[in-house]
């Protein structure tokens, strides 16, 4: 993939400045079969999507690095939802390329085939199974042989349930194990999807707008989640909330979306004191 080889250098160097050396972190969020040797899991390389001559997507370029959190900001209409389509197959690019890792091409893979390969995608309504208790949604969304003989005459391992236990302490519903999922909070509904996703042993994760609805309370608490997730996964958060935004990307980059391209990308306090950023979307 010669777009990706030719990032190959950058990508080096932003690893050792952001994340300092973390080969030994790679082996945590790399599975089998994806190539990331050149530090990045992600490459948008001019990706532009029109509708009717509309372009979402105006020759978009990003990366996302191993184990990194990135943040997506920008006002609607900027093209932060069909980003999110192109990269998990849902809409095809009308030109440019993207790949996950250095070899998978994704505008040449089915929804289905970019889920199975490591890329999940959380939306902003919860969709939980809200007559299933929590242990039940956890385990139904186990990356796990799915066809009906297996399911019916199998019984979680105790590493299956283990790691169950483990997901449940990690998004704060330990002790909720038996509740059912509709009697849950509003927040309790997005912590257990993100369970749900975490179950599926993702590579890279999208969160479209996580905090939505939710309480200061939950929020905090979302934050303090996708925080431990540093690191162990690579993650892709978009959010209008600017606070909750400044608490996840203390350690990142947020990249500013306008008219379908990056308007502008660094830290937070970076982007808030561009003069485009402020005119467009932040305000003055």
Not at 131 to 155: G, I, W
Not at 183 to 189: E, M, T, V, W
Request: aromatic residues 6%.
């Amino acid at each position: 993939m010669s777009k990706a080889l030719a990032h190959d250098q950058r990508y080096q160097g932003d690893q050792r400045d952001e994340y300092g050396d973390q080969g030994a972190s790679y082996g945590r969020v790399k599975g089998d079969g994806l190539d990331t040797t050149h530090g990045a899991i992600l490459y948008l390389e001019e990706v532009t999507v029109s509708f009717d001559g509309f372009k979402a997507l105006n020759n978009l370029s990003l990366d996302i690095s191993v184990g990194e959190l990135r943040c997506i900001i920008g006002p609607n209409g900027a093209g932060k939802t069909t980003m999110m389509d192109v990269i998990t197959g849902k809409t095809r690019p009308s030109s440019g390329t993207a790949f996950f890792g250095q070899t998978m091409d994704l505008s040449k893979m089915t929804e289905y085939e970019i889920a199975d390969a490591g890329i999940g995608r959380k939306f902003q309504r919860p969709t939980v199974f809200e007559q299933h208790t929590v242990f039940e949604n956890l385990e139904l969304a186990m990356k796990m042989d799915k066809r009906v003989k297996p399911t019916l005459f199998s019984s979680l391992s105790s590493e299956q349930k283990g790691k169950i236990d483990e997901i449940l302490k990690l998004i704060r519903l330990n002790g909720q194990e038996i509740r059912p999922a509709g009697l849950l909070s509003h927040g309790q509904k997005q912590w257990l999807e993100i369970g749900m996703l975490l179950m599926q042993e993702p590579q890279l994760i999208l969160l479209d707008e996580p905090v939505a609805g939710m309480s200061d309370a939950e929020t905090a608490r979302t934050a303090e989640l996708l925080n431990e997730l540093r690191g162990k996964h690579s993650i892709m958060v978009v959010e209008h909330d600017m606070g909750f935004v400044t608490e996840i990307a203390q350690q990142g980059k947020v990249t500013v979306l306008h008219e379908g391209s990056v308007l502008a990308q660094g830290t937070m306090q970076q982007v808030q004191a561009h003069e485009r950023v402020i005119e467009v979307y932040l305000g003055r």
